[in-house]
């Protein structure tokens, strides 16, 4: 009876395929004999992905609201978001192996450590879907897949921090219009250290305690990253820890350039002194099947806001949500080279606010130059081109 409830019921263990990422590499390393596959990873998220949403196309079918609670009580979904745990640690150990032990090439542990790299980058949303339940155990499998990020303080950040401030220009994960994602990109990583840091310690001292405490979640969540790379280092030799660290850097900048195409140039108004209600219009949104089934339907990211408990099989489309030309997999592609990705959304944020763009987000540096530029612009023939 469930699968009548969801289109894609059978469709989400394939997205387990992507912790399985090294294992691919490896295997078509040894079955074709070219060293070339190590690079696998990068290949699978930014090519056969946006492929994939191409040829898959869109799904803009919802659960009717009285079946909501049936879905979310299905074990089903859960074993299907637990289970990517296990095979992302199988993949870093046998990463580790094949690092210290494998006898790679330098370009080939490069290839290798891209692609564990994408692992961990996927893995954040895995534990974007985990860390807002209210079960512990959840919340600990979140803080354990984010550990070999080093990124375990996002779902300090996220849940208190980014849900409440999103679409604002005091939120470090909602970026601005006319904002490079390389300007983005270190507002975000320190402004979310440094706001997760504050939310915790403010927590801690309404119950009367230090921030120093085991339990502090930002603290136990970095003890886990630390106490994951020592175990790592003190089993495969400390040549290992700069691949470790590059990897880290490398997921946890995929889950920063999604943060930076999800809500850029949209903006809460205020009523008063307060910003109005988050909105389905203040989330960009996509409904490609494929990337949806790899990220968990993290792209239906406007309901996400509207209803942070909601699991992902439950998330809808939202028919005036701000819609993005495609999957995140080709938006990343799109973010890192700011001339494309300014021609292809800028427009599109101007025309969301109706020509207005004193109504957007906008980057203060920016501002007098997206004023002049969109004082009087075509809006419907800049969208078309």
Known sequence: MTARLDRKRWLWPL?????????????????????????????????LMPALDVVAGVDLSNPREEDVPQLEADPYYQWVANLFLPIQYAGLLTSAWLLTRGGLSTTDKVGLTLTLGMVSGIAIANAHELGHKKEVVERWLAKTVLAPSGYGHFVTEHNRGHHVRVATPEDPASSRLGESFWAFWPRTVVGGFRSSWRLEKARLEREGSSPWTPRNDVLNAWALSALLAAGLVAGFGLDLLPWLLVQAVIGFSLLEVVNY??????????????????????????????????????????????????????????????????????????????????????????????????????????RDRYLRRYAAAPLAEEVAA
């Open 15 to 47: 997205g387990l395929l992507a912790p399985t990422l090294p294992f691919m590499a490896w295997g078509l390393v040894e079955a074709t004999g070219l060293d070339v596959f190590w690079f696998w990873g990068p290949f699978f998220v930014f090519a």
């Open 261 to 366: 195409l999800e809500h850029y140039g949209l903006l809460r108004q205020k009523v008063g002194d307060r910003y109005e209600r988050t909105q389905p219009r203040h989330s960009w949104n996509a409904n490609n099947v494929a990337s949806n089934v790899f990220l968990y339907h993290l792209q239906r990211h406007s309901d996400h806001h509207a209803n942070p408990m909601r699991r992902y099989q439950s998330l809808r489309h939202m028919e005036e949500a701000p819609q993005l030309p495609t999957g995140y997999a080709a938006m990343i592609l799109l973010a890192v080279v700011p001339p494309v990705w300014r021609r292809v959304m800028d427009p599109r944020v101007v025309a969301h606010y109706g020509g207005d763009v004193t109504l957007a987000n906008v980057h203060p540096r920016a």
